[in-house]
């Protein structure tokens, strides 16, 4: 299945949330499913280049995704709408989050936990009150490159800017991966550059360095989910240190923890089938 292919089957619709703006998403109403995820995409922040996981999913589940949209200017805002799409579909549901996703799952389950089924949190990082030292400044290191970034972009050309993005991207494709997988990774910078645009990712790169202001999780807002926690976390993953995966591990009620999934950052897509068999058992061993 094409990109384009995808956009035909799954269209992309509209929700009006109370505050009078306009909400976009897909969603895939599975009639066999017991289960419904809600995918969240890293800080690139196009969920169509996911595609592949949504249809994938959809054999198993009802699915829904979304951008983190520019309307929507923080986390807490877009937490919010979010809720309120879901009150409307009438769904309860496991959010999916890769990276910035995982970040903005703890948030929107912190803040609304009657919404939430569990959680499966990828390569990603916590937004704990009491992180370690290390875990903090690892963190804050992330954050301050962004605030970096964000004024390269202010200056560069955009198209120098997607260079850098896509280097940034293909720079994790190694000698082990087949040549399928470093197609996939291709196809998918291809897509980022097509897709993204100069306002986006300047709001894409505020809207992550707002992940600061929600650095207060305990490990009871998160007690309802004891045991239904899936963390994946890529013992090859170097974006975010072994600190910050510890501090993430210890936020969470007894979780289940997965670091044989190689493939760096994006493990998830490189691994795809083995992400998708991975999450689709873990849930459905957990579904009514």
């Given at each position: ?30 009639p ?27 054999r ?5 995704t ?44 912190q803040?609304?936990?009657?919404v ?23 963190l804050?290191r ?11 972009l ?17 720079k ?59 963390l ?7 974006t ?8 993430l ?15 760096g950052?994006?493990?998830l ?20």
């Amino acid at each position: 299945m094409t990109l384009a292919e995808f956009r035909q089957v799954y269209p992309e619709d509209a929700f009006i949330v109370s505050s009078g703006k306009t909400f976009l998403y897909r969603y895939y109403k599975n009639p066999e499913a017991r289960a419904t995820l809600v995918l969240l995409t890293g800080g690139i922040g196009l969920s169509d280049l996911f595609y592949r996981h949504f249809d994938r999913f959809s054999r198993d589940f009802s699915v829904l995704t979304f951008d983190y949209q520019i309307p929507f200017a923080d986390n807490g805002e877009f937490a919010d709408a979010v809720v309120e799409l879901l009150h409307s579909l009438r769904e309860k549901v496991w959010l999916v989050g890769q990276s910035l996703g995982g970040v903005v799952a703890q948030i929107i389950a912190q803040r609304h936990p009657d919404v939430v089924e569990g959680l499966v949190l990828s390569n990603t990082c916590s937004l704990s009150g009491s992180m370690s030292e290390a875990g903090y400044r690892d963190l804050m290191r992330i954050l301050e490159g962004q605030q970096k970034f964000r004024k390269w972009l202010s200056i560069l050309p955009f198209s120098v800017i997607k260079q850098i993005m896509k280097w940034m991207v293909l720079k994790n494709t190694t000698e082990d991966f087949t040549p399928e997988e470093k197609a996939g990774i291709k196809e998918m910078c291809d897509s980022m550059l097509e897709l993204l645009t100069k306002p986006y990712e300047a709001h894409m790169i505020d809207f992550l360095i707002d992940a600061k202001h929600y650095l207060d999780l305990t490990r009871d807002d998160f007690a309802t989910w004891e045991g239904r926690v899936l963390l994946i976390l890529s013992r090859d993953d170097t974006t975010f240190t072994p600190a910050c995966k510890y501090d993430l591990i210890n936020l969470m009620p007894n979780p289940t923890v997965v670091e044989r999934l190689t493939g760096g950052h994006l493990a998830l897509m490189v691994r795809l089938e083995d992400y998708i068999d991975l999450v689709t058992e873990f849930i459905k061993a957990r579904s009514d």
